[in-house]
């Protein structure tokens, strides 16, 4: 068993899952998404993307592409998320929510992607 | 290049100036390595950039949980946006205080917490940073890239330079002065950092690696386009025999000067294609013999082949006839002894004893010359001391070995000092120069006193006392468009040719030393040799003689007044007139 391994594929994982359980629920409900659970996404995404860097391999390469995407999205997200509060004291309203939501919901696919890339890199790893 | 478009146009345009290369070249090509140092930057920052995010995380997420007031003192807590832009400022230590409502307590120690938090975050991180910029693995990376880099846009024509030591040096300083591009590898730093400091014209791309390696001298230019040869200058045998293996199967055909100091390891060599090798130890016997019987030429061997600025060296003055005295026991002094025995001089070879004593035998004073060539330079100088000292009349000939007892053979008053650099560096230096330029220079050793007396006298005549311009012109419809219509009608004398664009009563001065014709040479072609479309001219002169001489060979009107004294019209209009006129 290789700790790196491990401790990526973690990151990798949490960060899928992560932004699966904000992402989940009806999209234009503030009271269905939890802050704190965007924040925990963006940033396991971020270690997962440091976590990604240095490898010189095609795949590590994809796998550091769709890190980025989830990232980009998942700022997006919360910088949406900062801007609609300040300006509404606080309450998002419906509408901002679902743009939210659907920001982050691209990231789900990018880690979806990720969580692909590496179901298909153990399978192909051969060591016997 | 996956694009079939593409490759169809990269086919049609750019692959009939390249040169075929076997596939299996591309693996020395590394393409990945381009961006090496950015990826050992990524790969050794991940820990510390994984620190920070947590650190910033933990921090961001802990203030806005802090219970605080606002200015009514209802109860309000930071958003995660405030919290974010808070510790941006407070962990970075730009602290700009802006904050919307004064701390409660718990925020406070909270921020206070994390303040310690960052500053050990960003302390480990600029610290890696740092220790990575300074990291051996890392600056070689950054250097090779750099290297790559400047080789790739050299925009002229360059020599690959393998060894940079004294021989390398003095080449490479010389190539710079007949405004020659080079590259340089060599295996000791010191020397590269040497090259750096000298004050060359042109930048000289130069790296610090081992030339045996061949990804090496690929990374140095060898598969480039303008790499016009290669050069093994260093002092190891077997790395230039390297050189010379990777040039000759990696770009089978490029020229290629090695030097060796062993004549096994120079087979050796010239199993490979078909290198010029030179043997210094060789070499110092067939100088000795040359400056020996054809003074004159020897000193313009010395002189045509050395960097410009040089002056006439003196003429030696050798004795013809006498007995020779060889000190030393060295493979350069069993050489030199050979070589004067061949000549039918007698030789008497004195080896130094175990205590390095200096023992000349009684036979100093009734001898002709004395060779010191103990391969030891105060040994060497204490013989040509001792020689001077005893026979004031005899003539000296001694090896110089370390560059940094310069100054003391030339105080010692030695007639003929012999240096293995610098023999090596004239010869590469005249091959460079010309091909036919070496093979001209051992013929008019063996042409006779008179004929290089006379030559001597007309290149001093035309360029002065400093050393002339060598070039070659070749008289092509590319190499002088001008000059070929009028070549094609017919032969023209050569010395038509040598006008002077200014006046063409008189010559323009330049000296021509080889005709090249069909592959065969002429040397010292005489004023009313005829030269044909396809001559190559090997021309000594001033560098203003090669520009005016450029002007007869690209410039319609200059061509026709040159060969025909006839003023052309050079305007569209002079020209329409001149043909109604006719």
Redesign the interface.
């Known amino acids: 068993m290789n700790l790196e391994k491990v401790i990526f594929g973690f990151f990798v994982l949490l960060a899928a899952t992560l932004n699966f359980g904000f992402v989940i629920g009806d999209i234009s409900d503030p009271e269905l998404h939890n802050?704190?659970e965007l924040?925990a996404a963006l940033?396991v995404s971020?270690?997962a993307t440091?976590?990604k860097?240095?490898d010189?391999t095609q795949l590590g390469a994809v796998h550091l592409a769709t890190s980025l995407v989830a990232d980009l999205q998942l700022v997006a997200a919360?910088t949406v998320?900062?801007y609609a509060?300040?300006t509404s004291d606080?309450a998002v309203s419906g509408g901002t929510m679902a743009s939210i939501v659907s920001l982050a919901a691209g990231a789900l696919l990018a880690n979806l992607v990720s969580v692909v890339l590496l179901v298909v890199e153990t399978v192909s790893y051969q060591r016997r | 290049m996956g694009n079939p478009l593409l490759t169809f146009w990269h086919r049609l345009l750019v692959a009939p100036t390249q040169r075929p290369r076997p596939a299996h070249l591309s693996l020395l090509d590394e393409p990945?390595a381009a961006s090496a140092p950015i990826?050992?930057v990524?790969?050794?920052?991940?820990a510390p950039?994984?620190v920070l995010?947590?650190i910033?995380?933990i921090s961001?997420?802990g203030l806005s949980l802090m219970p605080g007031t606002d200015a009514e003192g209802q109860p309000h807590r930071l958003?995660?946006?405030d919290s974010f832009y808070f510790m941006s400022y407070t962990a970075t230590t730009i602290g700009y205080g802006e904050i919307p409502y004064p701390f409660s307590t718990a925020q406070r120690m909270w921020v206070t917490f994390s303040i310690y938090l960052a500053v050990v975050g960003w302390a480990y991180a600029i610290g890696m940073m740092l220790a990575l910029l300074q990291d051996r693995s890392f600056r070689q990376a950054v250097a090779t890239e750099r290297f790559r880099g400047a080789v790739a846009r050299l925009p002229e024509p360059f020599l690959l330079v393998a060894g940079y030591g004294r021989t390398g040096q003095l080449v490479g300083r010389a190539l710079d002065a007949i405004g020659r591009r080079f590259v340089a590898i060599d295996i000791d730093p010191d020397r590269i950092d040497a090259l750096d400091l000298d004050a060359l014209r042109a930048d000289a791309p130069a790296l610090v690696a081992d030339a045996r390696a061949p990804a090496v001298l690929v990374r140095a230019g060898l598969l480039h386009d303008r790499c016009v040869g290669v050069l093994a200058l260093t002092d190891d045998d077997e790395a230039n025999l390297a050189v010379v293996m990777t040039t000759e199967l990696v770009r089978p055909g490029l020229p290629v000067i090695a030097r060796t100091s062993s004549v096994v390891v120079g087979d050796r060599m010239a199993a490979f294609g078909r290198p010029v090798v030179i043997n210094p130890y060789d070499d110092f016997g067939d100088h000795l013999r040359v400056a020996l019987h054809a003074p004159t030429a020897y000193q313009l061997r010395q002189w045509l082949t050395s960097p410009p600025g040089s002056r006439l060296p003196d003429v030696t003055d050798p004795p013809l006839a006498g007995s020779w005295l060889v000190v030393g026991d060295t493979p350069f002094s069993a050489e030199v002894a050979r070589d004067l025995r061949e000549d039918g001089l007698p030789v008497q070879v004195v080896a130094p004893g175990d205590d390095r004593s200096v023992d000349l035998p009684s036979g100093l004073s009734t001898a002709a010359g004395v060779v010191a060539a103990a391969g030891d330079d105060t040994f060497n100088l204490s013989v040509v001391e001792q020689a001077r000292r005893r026979n004031p009349d005899v003539f000296v000939v001694a090896q110089h070995v370390l560059p940094a007892n310069r100054p003391l053979y030339d105080a010692s008053g030695a007639d003929l000092v012999l240096v293995s650099a610098e023999v090596v560096a004239h010869e590469v230096l005249a091959r460079v120069q010309s091909p036919v330029l070496w093979q001209f220079l051992r013929d008019l050793a063996r042409a006779g006193e008179p004929a290089a007396q006379a030559l001597r006298e007309r290149l001093v005549v035309a360029c002065g006392e400093q050393v002339p311009l060598l070039w070659t012109v070749t008289l092509s419809p590319d190499g002088a468009p001008a000059l070929a219509p009028h070549l094609s009608r017919g032969p023209v004398r050569l010395a038509d040719v040598l006008r002077s664009p200014q006046h063409r009563d008189s010559p323009v001065g330049a000296v021509p030393l080889v005709l090249l014709r069909d592959g065969s040479a002429h040397h010292l072609p005489a004023d009313d040799t005829e030269v044909r479309l396809g001559d190559c001219l090997l021309l000594a002169g001033r560098p203003a003689v090669r520009r005016a001489l450029g002007t007869t060979m690209e410039d319609a009107a200059t061509a026709a007044y040159v060969l025909s004294g006839s003023e052309v019209p050079t305007t569209w209009v002079g020209r329409a007139l001149s043909r109604t006129s006719r």
């Open positions: 802050p704190y924040v940033v971020l270690v440091v976590l860097f240095g010189r919360a998320w900062a509060a300040s606080g | 990945a990826f050992l990524l790969r050794r920052m991940r950039l994984i995010i947590l910033f995380a961001v997420v958003s995660f946006f």
